[in-house]
């Protein structure tokens, strides 16, 4: 089957991609394209998806580089090909013929490149991330490579929508105790609960760090279970695992 690879046109003219779970190798509540080594999928199985997934990157697997994500404000810089997956949840690299990936289900992957200067970043920012400063963090990094802030395009891929991301009041009282204007990215649920946008809060983020042209590709991976994988929703339906979806992006 066909990959399914959506795009955007603040990154025309770089290798770049959010993968659904479409065109995959993987069966059961993984069925599709699950990336994740970490699941409980058969690993040569996610081998074959990752594969599929440099293919489209035109790179071999081995320059398909990622992360082992832990929800921090890490950044690696990329130099070489490499099968280390430092722990971290972000990327930049200046490297030709690497393709940076990260993998979620309902969190943000954001793909990041300047295209004069040749540099190029990934990031996987779910709330603790982006709260953190992993948005602010890969920017730096990419400028310590030589990108031009002002010349840093910015897309967020598909992520959980404010409609289906409910949370409990403490969880609001995080972000608004950090900055009494992060109040803006929610709204009024049910009884005491909230719905938080996290793409607008991730949106703001990118902007406060001087990233002029950023986007969301406007994709909620809850609310499209034929397209996304979705660790909420797996919950919710009481599935025993998830699959994850890659993003990647190459010079």
Not at 114 to 133: F, S
Not at 145 to 158: F, S
Not at 176 to 199: C, S, V, Y
Not at 207 to 222: E, N
Request: aromatic residues 8%.
């Amino acid at each position: 089957m066909t990959l399914d690879i959506i795009t955007h046109d603040l990154l025309d003219g770089v290798a770049h991609g959010f993968f659904t779970r479409v065109g995959g190798a993987s069966s059961g509540v993984f069925d599709g394209l699950n990336c994740g080594f970490g699941s409980s999928d058969q690993h040569d199985i996610v081998a074959i998806n990752r594969a599929r997934v440099a293919g489209a990157m035109d790179v071999e697997s081995t320059s398909l580089m990622g992360v082992h994500q832990i929800h921090s404000a890490d950044v690696v810089t990329v130099t070489q090909a490499s099968a280390d997956k430092p722990k971290a949840d972000a990327l930049v690299t200046a490297t030709k013929g690497i393709a940076l990936s990260v993998l979620t289900a309902d969190c943000q992957p954001v793909l990041f490149a300047d295209r004069e200067a040749g540099v190029i970043g990934a990031a996987h920012a779910g709330w603790q991330g982006a709260l953190n400063g992993v948005l602010d963090a890969t920017i730096d990094a990419m400028v310590d490579l030589g990108a031009n802030r002002a010349a840093i395009v910015a897309v967020i891929g598909p992520s959980i929508s404010q409609k289906a991301y409910e949370v409990g009041p403490e969880f609001a009282e995080r972000f608004i105790d950090e900055d009494h204007a992060n109040a803006r990215f929610f709204a009024n649920g049910t009884g005491e609960k909230m719905q938080f946008d996290l793409p607008a809060f991730g949106l703001a983020r990118l902007r406060d760090a001087g990233i002029k042209d950023a986007a969301w590709t406007r994709h909620c991976t809850y609310s499209d279970p034929a397209r996304f994988y979705s660790y909420r929703r797996s919950c919710h339906v009481k599935e025993a695992d998830y699959g994850r979806l890659i993003a990647a992006i190459r010079l």
